[in-house]
């Protein structure tokens, strides 16, 4: 076995660790601290704004800073969002550049060299950051407005991406995109505000309160990214969610779903109960993106010829007419060795040259090949065609 390859396997997986680790430090001291500061209140003896928080052992009583001594440091969390934007890259690089055929290949979309399209998946990622920064300072835009842009933009950007790639390396690309513009938001915006504020604390004086503005919306517009970033992040494990033929409108239905499920959340901590029909139009949102990305059964079979022909569609197909369409279809990545470029071993562990496998992970194909357009990724094979899958379909129902 390819040394190289085990490396880059065994990287892989400690990167993919390193990435989920980082991105649970940043996102969830965003969100816990988004709930303390929403949960400042004055107490009957001290009208200062404050909370009690209680940990393991020790409580705190958290106010809001009016002053700093020189040799305070300020608390944040930015190395975490660094690490988890850095290693984000880098799995984008190991796994999804490193197997382009594999992950962002579709000829039916753009049938590109597989530099190309390493190139594509990359490159824009600092394009969406200029143009979504550009629209935050030169389109006039504030408040809801633009909030609403911000919508509107990852909409744009998600059918770009799901018009370019396969589902499989599109999804992760839209999550890749807007973990851009949260990392950017914090290295290009919120850290350098942070800086200034703890210069004007240090110094007794008021902070600017346009440059606080500044911050806080792009601090709010992170805190409604962050739930579909996770989401389009973790998607390649739903095969389902972004092989389907609208995974674009899913991607935006998604999108909305998310947007609303973070609004209805804040609206919850500053205090103003649960909005029920925010929370409907939310699960409408997701329902239709789950509708859409639902499995279809394929196109009938023609019509028989004569006689003989419809008997033999009328007959069970044998495991072996299974097996040979398997082979073709998904030998290429689920072998014990494949002939795709990244894969050191069967995808997922899955060797179907093995009949045995076949049949005991038939739902699992069916659902994946048959019913929907996640497999074989179609960079790496031609995707079954109708007579393909209802063979498969009618072998398997053989089987109970």
């Not at 303390?36 to 009583?61: E, I, N, S, V």
């Not at 972004?242 to 947007?259: E, V, Y």
């Not at 901590?269 to 859409?292: E, I, M, N, Q, Y």
């Amino acid at each position: 076995m390819n040394f190289f390859a085990v490396l880059l396997d065994d990287a892989t997986e400690l990167t993919r660790w390193a990435h989920a680790v980082a991105a649970i430090l940043w996102v969830g001291s965003a969100f816990a601290l988004l709930k303390l500061d929403l949960a400042l209140k004055p107490r009957a003896t001290d009208p200062t704004p404050q909370t009690l928080f209680l940990h393991a052992g020790p409580g705190y009583r958290l106010t809001r800073a009016t002053d700093a001594d020189d040799s305070e440091k300020a608390l944040n969390f930015k190395w975490e969002t660094y690490a988890t934007w850095a290693s984000g890259f880098a799995l984008l690089c190991m796994v999804f550049c490193a197997a382009p055929r594999l992950y962002l290949i579709d000829p039916a979309l753009w049938n590109a060299a597989p530099w190309a399209a390493a190139a594509a998946a990359i490159l824009p990622l600092a394009v969406s950051w200029l143009a979504y920064d550009f629209l935050c300072k030169k389109g006039g835009l504030c408040g809801d407005a633009l909030l609403w842009a911000l919508f509107i933009f990852c909409a744009f950007l998600a059918l770009i991406l799901t018009h370019v790639f396969a589902g499989r390396g599109a999804y992760p690309l839209i999550g890749a995109h807007l973990a851009t513009i949260m990392t950017a938001n914090i290295a290009h915006i919120i850290v350098p505000a942070q800086k200034r504020r703890l210069k004007a604390l240090r110094a007794g004086l008021a902070g600017d309160e346009a440059d606080l503005r500044r911050a806080g919306t792009r601090a709010l517009h992170n805190q409604y990214l962050a739930l579909p970033t996770i989401f389009f992040m973790l998607s390649g494990h739903a095969p389902l969610l972004f092989a389907g033929p609208h995974n674009g409108g899913a991607a935006i239905m998604f999108l909305a779903g998310f947007f609303l499920i973070r609004r209805v959340w804040l609206k919850n901590l500053r205090g103003l109960g649960v909005d029920w029909k925010l929370s409907a139009a939310a699960t409408a949102c997701l329902a239709l993106a789950f509708a859409l990305s639902w499995p279809a059964r394929p196109p009938a079979e023609r019509q028989a010829s004569d006689a003989s022909d419809a008997i033999a569609q009328a007959l069970r197909p044998s495991g072996a007419q299974a097996q040979t369409v398997i082979d073709a279809r998904c030998g290429p990545c689920h072998a014990a060795r494949p002939q795709i470029d990244g894969l050191t071993h069967a995808a997922g562990g899955l060797d179907f040259s093995q009949a045995a496998n076949v049949e005991r992970h038939r739902d699992e194909i069916l659902r994946a090949a048959v019913f929907s357009y996640a497999m074989p990724p179609p960079g790496a094979a031609p995707a079954l065609d109708a007579a393909d899958k209802n063979l498969l379909i009618r072998w398997a129902e053989g089987l109970d």
